[in-house]
């Protein structure tokens, strides 16, 4: 695999040059490059190469000393030994500490790339399964996350159909918001027919005197722009910033979705974020549109009941 780093630990520049322009550089590997032992231990450690290439009798470290020291730091990395004296105690020993292959010189071309690929195919399917593992776990954490979700909506849904009391249903719906989203706050704006504006009637996580008050004009707001154009609104920002929501009210990340009746926009479902720019998702604006949907039902819900009840008396 083109790009792979190597290290070469070598004390001869004949083996470096033959090595390094022969075998590894023609066939895409970095070259990285240490004369002794302690040089190629610390270089080893400090640039995590995917490969050692190691001669055995070395000023300052021997190439077993360099493996010795390696295990007990517990790195990662494939070492070949390579050596103009072997003998089969050597070897014996190279394994145990580690080595994956031990080369007696001179070698072949063909001699050594066969050792490179013997050692690096070992790590590059180790990492291959490591990777599949994440990704694997990361997978089972959305899932897990999404049978969560969806359990979440199914509880609302049930409660809308189940419960009467709208004020209940409509904070369980914004709680249930918040706590999908992992939004700081949250609020559902409806539109009052007679003045045009949006007042709060339910919310989480903002104060009750401030949401009892809580009244914002369509035309310069951003809840405003969602009764508008019936589309829901994803915005964060960077640093300092904030955005406006109402003059004292300011956030760093919010999700706004429209409550409809048909094609007409009712109110609007929203999350925010004040401490933190952490931004909202699409999937977000698919939990809150259905979040938005159940709203919708149960305030319908609430204008039919009362309609019976007013019918019956």
Known sequence: ????????????DDSIQFLSEYILKPNGYQVMVARDGEVGLRKALEEQPDLIIMDLRMPKMTGLEVLSALRKTKADIPVILM????????????????????IIKPYTVEEMLEAIDRALTERRLRREKEELSERLMRANRQLERRVKELSILYSIGKSVTALLDLEKVLNRIVEAAVYITGAEEGSLLLVDKETGELYMRAARGIGDKYARGFRLKVEDSLAGQVVKTGEPILAS???????????DYLVKSLLNVPLKKGDEVIGVLSVDNRVSNKPFTENDVYLLSALADYAFIAIENARLYEEVKRFSE
């Open 1 to 12: 695999m083109a790009s792979e780093k190597v290290l070469i630990v070598d004390d001869r």
């Open 83 to 102: 050596t103009f004296h072997g003998s089969e105690e050597t070897a014996v020993q190279a394994f145990r500490l580690g080595a994956k292959d031990y």
């Open 237 to 247: 920002t960077e640093d300092d910033e904030t955005l406006k929501v109402k003059t």
